[in-house]
């Protein structure tokens, strides 16, 4: 996109968050749904497709303005920026990188204009192991027949179509090629979507099973219309979900942030406001340096991926990073309210609950330590490290 009506848009999305997300935010969580008219307005504002191509209906964004696009929505609350998150992140992404050019010439029109896509990896039993999935695709002679349950999956019960990760091969094979990725629009019989989960936090945000019992698909739902390829084609999209996790995280905790400068600048103790006592100034600077610094993280793995860097590591980095930086800053918050943040009339208490589930998904922290470590031990040992 032109930097200069980039730019435009940004002050636009400034503004509409605050005069419009921000108000919405207590019939959001009353309903536990965001209004049908404001998701209707963010399809018009063109966010589900801010990182395709201005061919298939999108606006273009390259990462950097993707990712200040993705934190400039997360400082409202998160199911705004989680209803248009698969469709801008893991679904485009695995169309860009594995899908046929009919398979991008038939969906992502269809994604731009704001049908809502899932990413199905999760299963009962198997989350990042793709060694323990129990979705097959057995081959047939009119395509492929798909069974299986995946779980925990973002915007399922909204979803006009998911991405499925699924065996395509009865032993795990080298590199995780047992493991295929189909498109499979939701009304395809078969495909049933399980009641929404009730969660934490992240009110307007649904999760739910997918369930897939003899769901035959044609020969064309196979991304990239060549097997084996799922799992590479996940791991990729992954990193650019990883990103948008972290911008995500980072532009929450700084809302957060901004409420707690405003509740000790206004709340008195002692006969004089609290924000003028050293050691709540103490809590509100930690916030201030690990903000900076996600946001400079996030900065820099944006350039990388601009320029065209691989940066399995670096995204699972900042998403560790951001995710637990936005944990502390929220606990820290907490805090500073006292007892009125532990209440639930005060926005700190939702911060608090809404921000736990960044340190899980798109990767827990731990499977991020473990890959971080295994890529620098991969490189030490091929000579690469530090190179």
């Known amino acids: 996109m032109d930097p200069d009506v980039f730019e435009q848009f940004m002050d636009q999305l400034r503004r509409y968050v605050r005069e419009r997300l921000i108000p919405a935010e207590q019939i959001v ?10 998701v209707q307005e963010l399809r018009e504002m063109g966010l589900f497709g801010l990182t395709n191509a201005a061919e298939f209906g999108g606006a273009g964004m390259n990462t950097r303005q993707y990712v200040r696009t993705v934190k400039a929505l997360a400082y409202a609350m998160p ?3 989680s209803i248009i998150s698969i469709n801008i992140g893991m679904f485009s992404s695995a169309l860009k990188n594995g899908g046929t050019d009919a398979q991008r010439a038939h969906w992502l029109p269809r994604i731009c204009a704001g049908e809502i896509a899932s990413f199905g990896l999760t299963e009962p039993g198997s989350g990042s192991d793709s060694a323990g999935m129990q979705t097959t695709a057995v081959k047939t002679a009119a395509g492929w027949v798909l ?14 179509v998911a991405l499925i990760m699924a ?3 009865k032993e795990n094979l080298p590199k995780n090629a047992h493991v ?15 009641k929404a989960d009730r969660k934490m936090g992240q009110a307007g945000s649904a999760i739910a099973d997918i369930i897939l019992e003899d769901v035959a698909l044609p020969d064309d739902a196979l991304l990239g219309g060549e097997p084996g390829r799922g799992f590479a084609i996940a791991m990729q999209s992954l990193d650019n979900g990883r990103i948008s996790v972290g911008a995500a995280a980072t ?5 957060a942030l901004d409420s707690a400068v405003r509740y000790a600048s206004e709340r008195k103790a002692f006969g004089e406001p609290i924000a003028n006592f050293q050691l709540i100034q103490q809590m509100l600077a930690d916030c201030e340096i ?18 065209g860097e691989s940066v399995l590591r670096k995204a699972a980095a900042f998403k560790v990073f951001a995710s637990e930086m936005c944990g502390r800053v929220v606990d820290r918050v907490v805090q500073v309210y006292g007892g009125a943040g532990y209440l639930a009339e005060y926005d700190a208490e939702r911060f608090f609950r809404d921000a736990r589930i960044y340190r899980i998904y798109e990767g827990t922290t731990q499977i991020l330590q473990l890959q971080i470590a295994k890529h620098m031990l ?4 091929s000579g690469t490290f530090g190179v």
């Open 29 to 38: 969580i009353a309903n536990d749904a965001i209004p049908d008219e404001i």
């Open 79 to 81: 199911a705004f920026r």
């Open 147 to 160: 069974n299986g349950t995946k779980r925990y999956i973002t915007n399922a019960p909204h979803a006009k």
């Open 167 to 169: 065996r395509t091969a």
């Open 180 to 194: 295929s990725a189909f498109i499979v629009p939701m009304d395809t019989p078969g495909v049933t979507v399980g």
């Open 251 to 255: 532009g929450y905790a700084r809302r």
């Open 290 to 307: 690990e903000i900076y610094a996600a946001e400079c993280m996030l900065d820099d793995v944006a350039a990388r991926v601009d320029a």
């Open 378 to 381: 991969r490189e030490f040992h």
